[in-house]
């Protein structure tokens, strides 16, 4: 038998043989009774995995030894791909780097399951693109200020002269 809810339970015809013996006996109603009921995970959400890990870090120090297993996996592929060393570059080495980073951003988030992977690498993704969105506008916005505060001068002299 399983604890899983949604499994089937083909072997509980087994079981219906010894109904009888089962219901006489007061003492095993007693004991099933008194059984815990199992916990069955949900999967739930991605601020379930990791938001209780991340309100414990205080400090910047806390911070980074949580994350570090992520950065350092990170740093250390990028390094080997763009670094100065001379490493040849294999498909199967370049694909054991990634999942090498990927392993370290997983147990930096606390191991969540694979949807709860998928949300949080989708969370990634959108703050990522946001703060790229984000410095784009502001370099936007200082390029203009700067065309502005340098064409400004020139219209006033043109106007004089």
């Known amino acids: ?12 015809w087994v079981l219906a043989a010894y109904d009888a013996e089962l219901d006489n006996d ?3 109603a ?19 995995w990791v938001k ?12 980074a030894r949580i994350w570090a297993p992520g950065i350092v996996g ?12 001379d490493v040849p570059l ?6 054991y780097g990634i999942g090498w980073a990927g392993f370290g951003w997983w147990t930096a988030a ?7 992977s998928v949300v949080l690498l989708g969370r990634a993704i959108a703050t990522g693109a946001r703060w790229i969105a984000i410095a784009a506008v502001a370099v936007y916005s200082h390029i203009g200020k700067g065309a502005h505060a340098i064409t400004t001068p020139m219209r006033r002299t043109a106007e004089a002269g």
Request: no cysteine.
């Open 52 to 63: 209780p890990t991340v309100e414990h870090a205080n400090s910047l120090r806390d911070r």
């Open 74 to 85: 990170t740093a250390t592929v990028g390094f080997l791909i763009l670094g100065p060393v």
């Open 30 to 48: 007693k004991a099933i009774a008194a059984m815990p009921a199992p916990l069955i995970p949900n999967g739930g959400r991605a601020e379930a």
């Open 110 to 116: 606390g191991r969540p399951g694979p949807s709860d």
């Open 1 to 12: 038998m399983s604890i899983d809810p949604n499994e089937n339970r083909s072997d509980e």
């Open 26 to 28: 007061k003492g095993i």
């Open 90 to 95: 294999t498909g199967p080495l370049i694909a």
